[in-house]
């Protein structure tokens, strides 16, 4: 049974503790930290337009961690507990559940200064996020069980990593079912820092999807693992009150699924950063994620870019209309977008606009239902307006929250379903704690 296998967060912790009480009898450095990150949303029309007479949602949700990380001269070891759950979700007298998991749990070994060896359940983390991140805002984040080499001097940092997934100690099979995830990836990550005002980073990801076969009662019949590939280069430039970033993306190869549908995406993103002053900011730039055609049906590629692994919370409007478990293999997207930011000693205000459009043909199902023709729609997709603030209250104590509406159009409904007619918001409220337990000293 599922609540026999999975340990309860008192057992956890009763270990980690154990391990970390030991480490103090060493001279290396043992640090012991948590967060409690409960969060208040209310919701109408989230990740997709709200429908007619469609009610509205609120719940808490809330995210605690338990970190201890241990430091030696020649290797380091970190364990993330975290218990991720909603209020109410849970019987007042409920003796245990399935609530809690292992994070992060992972062990490097420096071979010099330069070189290492890291592996174990980690974040992994690229550049500004958009193909590797750790998806920080969902209280349950992203991590992945894989090996990494590493290297670092002065000006270059490298990551040589990879992973290859199983559902169990399997014995005769490598089928692979865990949903929403790979069966094995294979990556190289180069980072160049050439002076105060550049630094260059190449990325090449090889990803692979296991694709599955099933006969006429849904049982599995067959499977193979298709390969995709995606490479390319992000650069941060500029100095002083102008700074920004640059990136592009190709993505090739075969998507994940049986019929080996050829990829030929892309994606192209530039940010530019005006510090007006040490209080005063404005933020502004375009993004394109290419995407298949509705219309081209002659067309038998995937043009869909897909970002995989990034934290697309962080891109395209807080509201996750785009890429945030949803849009993969649709018809791609446009943003432009430009934000102002305040900032003074504990609080700040930013207030982001974005205006969405398709990168592909929305194909008008009515005129093709009427005349048989096949006609595009508009690509406007609607606009977002997204206002956050943050206030720290104390020393590791920080308030924030924040209003969003997406005002859409009829290609969005298209595209995403609901209703222009009916207010499409999201309004949040979270307050995050993070203690230091306890940090040794050498």
Avoid: C
Avoid at 91 to 118: C, E
Avoid at 139 to 163: E, M, N
Avoid at 220 to 246: E, P
């Amino acid at each position: 049974m599922k609540n026999v296998r999975v340990l309860t967060l008192s057992r956890q912790f009763a270990l980690v503790m154990t391990i970390g009480l030991l480490s103090l009898q060493s001279m290396a450095q043992f640090s012991m930290s948590g967060e409690i990150r409960p969060r208040a949303e209310y919701l109408h029309g989230f990740k997709t337009l709200a429908a007619s007479n469609q009610d509205h949602a609120f719940f808490v949700d809330q995210r605690t961690r338990l970190n201890f990380e241990y430091r030696a001269e020649d290797f380091e070891t970190f364990i993330q507990v975290q218990d991720i759950r909603t209020w109410g979700s849970s019987s007042q007298l409920n003796r245990s559940d399935g609530f809690q998991s292992i994070h992060q749990a992972w062990g490097k070994l420096k071979f010099n200064d330069k070189f290492n060896m890291k592996l174990g359940r980690q974040e992994i983390i690229l550049d500004d996020h958009r193909i590797f991140g750790s998806v920080a805002w969902a209280q349950q984040a992203r991590s992945h069980d894989a090996l990494i080499f590493g290297y670092k001097d002065s000006t270059v940092t490298a990551q040589l990593g990879g992973a290859y997934n199983q559902n169990g100690p399997q014995l005769n099979t490598t089928f692979y079912s865990v949903p929403k995830n790979y069966k094995a990836i294979q990556y190289l990550w180069l980072n160049k820092v050439f002076s105060k005002k550049l630094d260059v980073s190449v990325l090449f990801l090889n990803n692979g999807i296991q694709a599955t076969k099933s006969d006429t009662s849904g049982n599995v019949v067959g499977w193979k693992d298709n390969y995709s590939q995606t490479f390319g280069t992000s650069a941060r430039f500029g100095s002083g009150k102008l700074t920004g970033r640059a990136s592009f993306y190709y993505q090739m190869g075969v998507h994940g699924d049986w019929s080996n549908t050829e990829i030929a995406a892309m994606n192209g993103r530039l940010d530019l950063l005006y510090k007006a002053s040490d209080k005063f900011s404005i933020e502004g730039g375009y993004e394109y994620l290419s995407g298949t055609s509705q219309i081209d049906i002659a067309n038998k590629k995937l043009n869909s870019f897909n970002p995989f692994y990034g934290t697309n919370h962080k891109f395209n409007g807080y509201m996750d209309y785009f890429y945030v478990g949803n849009h993969a293999g649709s018809v791609g997207l446009q943003d432009g977008f430009l934000g102002f930011a305040f900032k003074k000693e504990k609080y700040v205000v930013k207030l982001i606009g974005h205006y969405f459009l398709a990168a592909a043909d929305v194909m008008d199902v009515a005129e093709f239902a009427s005349t048989g023709t096949y006609k595009a729609m508009s690509p406007g997709l609607g606009q977002e307006v997204d206002l956050v603030f943050g206030y720290k209250l104390a020393k590791g104590v920080m308030l924030q929250g924040g209003y969003s509406q997406m005002l859409g159009t009829e290609t969005m409904v298209a595209i995403k379903g609901g209703s222009t007619s009916e207010i499409s918001n999201w309004s949040w409220m979270m307050l995050t704690f993070k203690p230091n337990f306890y940090e040794s000293k050498k």
